[in-house]
């Protein structure tokens, strides 16, 4: 999987669960703009 196939998994995943990018964030421990750039295919870390 390419990175913006993983982003597009990981935001239709995020979705189904009705989570804000913030919730998913927060529950990770990690920022919002990590969620958006993973989403986005940014990055992978």
């Known amino acids: ?3 913006k196939r993983i982003g597009a998994f990981i ?3 995020r979705k189904e669960k009705n989570l ?3 919730q998913l ?3 990770l421990g990690i920022t919002n703009q ?3 750039k993973w989403e986005n295919g940014v ?3």
């Open 11 to 13: 935001a239709q995943c």
């Open 20 to 22: 804000t990018q913030m």
């Open 43 to 45: 990055s992978h870390s």
């Open 25 to 27: 964030a927060e529950t």
């Open 34 to 36: 990590a969620v958006s």
């Open 1 to 3: 999987m390419d990175q």
